[in-house]
């Protein structure tokens, strides 16, 4: 039986890009540990503030606020969870359901918008309309509003960072995916310390150097209750692909996930100098955009014309 590098106790994980072996505490305590450095390197957080943590509902929130939690006292920082009701009926009610439950056993403050109150209208209702308009994917058409609402959440919430829990994987895919659309020009948003100018409050992914398994084991460790089922707009096609391709990747060269994040880095930061162009205000919302009017209130102009509109 193989022992824990750290203690020498039974092995639990072992990491195949590092040959580093864990018993389940030296586990816990490594990914603590790892997010803390992630924190400091890029230094997301300042000691003082008021910090928003992204709360979906799924093993990889709840694991980033079962993380930052423990870190809370030693960061010296206040935590504010923020969750986002899109209005998908059967799913996203048990979601909420697992984060006021964790909310509520860390006895935190817990922000909830929906984009009923926000935008007028819910998923639901949007895209039951934009279902037979095959230009824009669900998650995309949704992702703008979600933004949005999260934005509008943490002005509400007084934050100066808002943590989502995007992890290593998330990252590497979302800059391969920019590269396959040929969107090069966002791969600025990317950059771990990007702000646009647009947004006082900075966005952090305190997980961006976790591999998505590792966080996964974290959750089920933890013994945290969360969401299972996915949302039931969920395309991702071509994400599905490079997922794919990269675990095939990481499984016969372990570490090679690790290496792309730090080319993405590199490329990122370049990108991340140029991409600075917020020249205008909204004419309808006011908020900081690149043109007269920003994509949230674009495309409530043309749900409003299909949809029996409220907002
Ligand atoms: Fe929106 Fe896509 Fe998330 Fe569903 S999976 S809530 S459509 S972003
Ligand atoms: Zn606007």
Known sequence: MSHCSKCSGKTFYTRRY???????????????????RTISKYRMIRRGERVGVALSGGKDSLSLLSVLHHLSERLG???????????????RDEALEHARLATSQYDMKHIIVS??????????????????????????FCGVFRRR????????????????????????????????????????????AYADGSFAIRRIKPFMEIYEEEVALFAYQSGVSFQSVSCP??????????????????????GMKNVLLRSSLEVISRYAKFDRKTCCRCSVCGRPTSSSLCSVCRMKTTIKQHVNYAG
Request: charged content about 25%; hydrophobic content about 40%; aromatic content about 8%.
């Open 115 to 140: 984009y009923k109150d926000l935008f007028g209208f819910s998923l639901d209702e949007a895209l039951d309309w934009k279902n037979e308009e095959r230009d824009v994917s669900s998650c995309s």
């Open 233 to 254: 707009y969920m395309h991702e096609g071509l994400r599905t692909e490079v997922r794919d391709f990269l675990n095939m990747m990481e499984t016969t060269h372990p």
């Open 77 to 91: 920082i206040q935590l504010v969870a923020i969750s986002v009701d899109e209005g998908v009926k059967g799913y």
């Open 149 to 192: 609402a999260i934005d509008e959440a943490a002005e509400k919430a007084n934050v100066s960072a808002v943590a989502s829990a995007h992890n290593l994987d998330d990252y590497i895919q979302t800059f391969m995916l920019n590269l396959l659309h040929g969107d090069v020009a966002r791969l600025g948003w990317l950059d771990p």
């Open 18 to 36: 590092s040959g580093e072996s864990l018993c389940s505490t030296c586990f816990k305590k490594s990914i603590i540990e790892k997010t803390r």
